[in-house]
């Protein structure tokens, strides 16, 4: 039984089918085709008239068919080299992709077809006229009894070409006439988004935006939308505007968060055309509305609270803080607390009162707050008060007594008491009521207090013979023996400088006093009667005066008897 192969090529340039002549049997063939060509069989392509010195590309299909037994069957897939063993002049070949046989290319049946490759070729002419070439091409590839098998076959090329020259161009040529433009209406340019003159406001506020304009020239205007957070739509505010621009009048619009959009309307135009809306406005708040009244806080807690008012010590600040503000009657938020009243500072004593308002973004004022109180800056006061004369070693006290002042907040202490007295030596002593003794009800505490007292001798006599209760008689010059007790015997430093008489008068009547030996006064102590002895030498130069003995000790007292001098 006998099976055909057949290797073709085909041109990418032409519309011509070209099938090899030459067929062997028991052999496989090639052939090559143009592959614009839709039948029959051709031994040449017509490339058709192309460019003068004009590279014009084309190609070549090629493939092989089955064809018989004998020893010149390509091999099951083998790869078939594609070449060119004759180029004409003018016309150059490239590279073609090999093609890889069937895997069972030997048991195919006669006249089966392999896979196609493209075989470039470039023409490149340069003389006007026909021209015509011969291309001889061949399949190359293991033979299925072993060595190579390569099969060929010739495609004919033809075409033509004009290389004269073009005529060059009149240089002035006529101008086709211009067709009247049938006149085409547009809509004016979108304006510009809306802006407020403030954003936040209470109502009578203005809008304006980029002005929109026409190709044309036709008149437009402008129709003004808006919408608050309530609506569910756009709502018109203003058409027929002339101006970019709108105001409202005052207390307008109704409170609430607003956006407008606006857009240019033609008006000399028909039909009128519109533009598209702006983009939307940024929001605009108006609020009527005022702020919570603010809250109130003093920098330090009261120190005290007397069932209707709080007291502070000293001082308060009281400073206040934004309470909220309503929504607006859309819903939307209010324009929130910009402000607050400044903090107060009360030092005064007595009643305070702190008022503060806020006030929105869009200048609305709240109601006051008002915060009251009362200052209490002032201490207790102590008063002390010492017995004058304390004999030594008994046991005394000084009384004191605290007030506060009026209008106070109050003693929270005791409002008098006493301190034990120091009696233990003689003199001038001061009693301390410390600081802190009395506390008001805010913590103001009393200062110091202080009382003075003495403290002197127990104090007994003068005893005979001398007399403290009526006139001594005693004769000018003589020694009288002054006596008398102390309680104890403190030496005989007790007396402060020289006992002193003060005449006052001529001599006067009385009880006579003895008189003891004595060269000059002097002082003595008898721990047997627990007595003083003064024994005071008299002057001679005193006879017929009278006048006062004056016994001064170191405690402070003063000791007086009357005496009367004879010669």
Partial sequence: MTKKRTLAAASAATAILLASGATAALADNAVADGDLATSGTQTSVSLGTIPCNVPTPASIGVWATRNGQGT??????????????????????GTATPIALQSNW???????????????????????????????LALSGNGSTGGTVSRTVSLGVTWNTDCTP????????????????????????????????????????????????????????????????????WQTIASGLTSPSYSFTAGNPGEGTWVYQVQAVETSTSPALSSAFSQSSATVTVDRTAPNPPLASPDNPAAYNDGTTSWWKGSVTVSFAGNGDPALADGSPGSGVAEVSSPQNFSDAGSFTATGTATDVAGNVSAPTQFSGKIDNQAPTVSATCPSNIVIGSAATAAWTAVDEVGGSGLAT???????????????????????????????????????????????GFFQPVTMTGMNVAKA????????????????????????FNVSGTAQPGDSVSAVTAGSSSLSYDPTTDQYVYVWKTDKAWAGQSGTLKVTLNDGTTHTAQFSFTK
């Fill in 106 to 136: 030997v048991s195919l049946a006669n006249n089966a077809v392999s896979a196609e490759t493209k075989v470039p070729l470039t023409v490149t002419p340069t003389a006007s006229g026909s021209a015509s070439e011969t291309l001889v």
């Fill in 477 to 500: 010059g003589s020694a009288v023996p002054i006596k008398f007790s102390l309680n104890g015997n403190y030496g005989l430093g007790i007396l402060s400088g020289t006992p002193q």
């Fill in 414 to 460: 005791p409002s008098s008491g006493t301190v034990a007295l120091d009696t233990s030596s003689i003199g001038s002593h001061t009693a301390t009521i410390p600081a802190g003794t009395a506390s008001d009800n805010v913590g103001n505490t009393s200062a110091e207090a202080t009382c003075d007292y003495n403290v002197i001798y127990n104090f007994a």
């Fill in 166 to 233: 073009a005529p060059a161009p009149d240089p002035t040529p006529t101008p086709d006439p211009t067709p009247t433009p049938t006149p085409v209406n547009t809509a004016p340019t979108t304006p510009g988004s809306p802006v407020a003159t403030s954003p936040i406001n209470r109502g009578g506020f203005g809008l304006s935006w980029a002005p929109s304009t026409d190709a044309e020239g036709d008149a437009f205007t402008y129709t003004l939308q808006g919408k608050n957070a309530s609506d569910a739509g």
């Fill in 72 to 93: 010149q069957v390509y091999a099951n897939g083998a790869s078939l080299g594609v070449s060119v063993s004759q180029a004409a002049a003018g016309v150059s070949v």
